[in-house]
């Protein structure tokens, strides 16, 4: 099976106030960190919504094809081109993500399984750091044509396979959301 890879980016960092992936860490945006760290992958996408393109970034830059839809419809716009079997896909906002978690989380790919989802020692889903089998596009389609762009809405219609993760592994996933999230990670 072939799997590439898609970090999302289009979001409107909202409560930031300004774009997550242009965040600097260690001399390096979070987008730049991400496709650094992940540029193993053979097939890579960035799933940028309606935001222009980054400077220094040779990922494929994927528009949404559903505009407003939040992930749901950056998951769409990028299996709806990919070539891949699958995609891992990551928000760009994980900026402290590790290849060694990506791998082992490619493991639980198997032919019964739609999706594979990342779960926190803390029981939290983390559907925005998981794989998606290219089949499930039908699934997405009929979620958005229906209005509704919850990603756990959508999984509870795949067969999924969750993998809980330990505590040194879900630092990796911290959601870098508000102004305070990213002054603890710089200290």
Known sequence: MKIGCAIFAGGKSSRMGTDKALLQLEGKNF?????????????????RGNR????????????DIYPERGPIGGL?????I?????MFCVSCDMPLLQISLVNYLCGFMEKEVDAVIA???DGRKQPLCGIYRKSVLSVLEEQIL??????????NKMRVKYVTIGLQ???????????EDFLAILK
């Open 82 to 86: 990919c070539e891949s079997d699958a």
């Open 31 to 47: 987008i730049k960190r991400l496709c650094d760290e992940l540029d193993c992958f053979e097939e890579r996408m960035i799933a």
């Open 119 to 121: 779960v926190t020692e």
């Open 146 to 155: 229906a209005g509704d762009n919850r990603m756990m809405a959508a999984l």
């Open 52 to 63: 222009g393109n980054i400077e220094d970034i040779l990922w494929t830059i994927i528009p």
């Open 169 to 179: 592994d879900s630092q990796q996933l911290k959601n870098i959301n508000t102004p």
């Open 76 to 80: 769409h716009a990028v299996l709806s």
